[in-house]
């Protein structure tokens, strides 16, 4: 019994051990080679490009620039996108863009969101041909609340307070 034990464990750790080998080939490989590359820097701050392109295919590009320069509403505006093939083969393509609105990806790869129920649909389309209203309905507009100075409380002065023993106690009676 117990060398059926000691087999077992053997052949645990040489599957482990297989495991981790395995392992090592896919995340820890060589740098791919660039082949062709890229760069250019503007002449004003925040403006740039660059594209490469790896011997195993990847392809990635990126141009920043900003928007609104000189203004108080001034931001950076960044859009890019990388190509490569997945571990099992299948091409990925992925963009984004990048600005004082925030980060908007796309690509092959990602989710997308389920389709609209027909009913939702329906409701939606009925919504769009509904004549549009630009009055607004007549509400009887109450005046606002004005304080009056006498209705907050003032501060009170609390004069200082001594305390002294009370009469008629002594140390073994209690209150």
Same mark, same amino acid.
């Given at each position: 019994?117990?060398?059926?034990?000691?087999?077992?464990?053997?052949?645990?750790?040489?599957?482990?051990?297989?495991?981790?080998?395995?392992?090592?080939?896919?995340?820890?490989?060589?740098?791919?080679?660039?082949?062709?590359?890229?760069?250019?820097?503007?002449?004003?701050?925040?403006?740039?490009?660059?594209?490469?392109?790896?011997?195993?295919?990847?392809? !990635?590009?990126?141009?920043? !620039?900003?928007?609104?320069?000189?203004?108080?509403?001034?931001?950076?505006?960044?859009?890019?996108?990388? !190509?490569?093939?997945?571990?099992?083969?299948?091409?990925?393509?992925?963009?984004?863009?990048?600005?004082?609105?925030?980060? !908007?990806?796309?690509?092959?790869?990602?989710?997308?969101?389920?389709?609209?129920?027909?009913?939702?649909?329906?409701?939606?389309?009925?919504?769009?041909?509904?004549?549009?209203?630009?009055?607004?309905?007549?509400?009887?507009?109450?005046?606002?609340?004005?304080?009056?100075?006498?209705?907050?409380?003032?501060?009170?002065?609390?004069?200082?307070?001594?305390?002294?023993?009370?009469?008629?106690?002594?140390?073994?009676?209690?209150?």
């Amino acid at each position: 019994m117990q060398q059926q034990v000691s087999i077992r464990c053997a052949q645990l750790i040489s599957c482990l051990l297989a495991a981790a080998a395995n392992a090592q080939d896919e995340y820890f490989r060589q740098p791919e080679k660039i082949v062709k590359a890229s760069n250019e820097v503007g002449e004003r701050l925040g403006n740039y490009a660059f594209t490469y392109e790896t011997e195993g295919g990847i392809l !990635q590009s990126e141009v920043g !620039q900003r928007k609104y320069q000189g203004t108080e509403d001034e931001a950076q505006l960044i859009q890019g996108s990388v !190509q490569y093939n997945a571990p099992d083969g299948t091409p990925v393509a992925l963009s984004w863009t990048a600005d004082e609105f925030g980060t !908007q990806v796309r690509g092959t790869h990602l989710p997308t969101p389920p389709p609209i129920p027909p009913a939702i649909a329906r409701a939606l389309e009925w919504l769009a041909k509904q004549p549009s209203t630009t009055e607004q309905p007549e509400v009887e507009q109450k005046k606002p609340y004005k304080a009056q100075e006498d209705t907050f409380a003032k501060p009170i002065v609390v004069k200082k307070q001594t305390f002294t023993k009370p009469l008629g106690l002594n140390k073994s009676q209690r209150f």
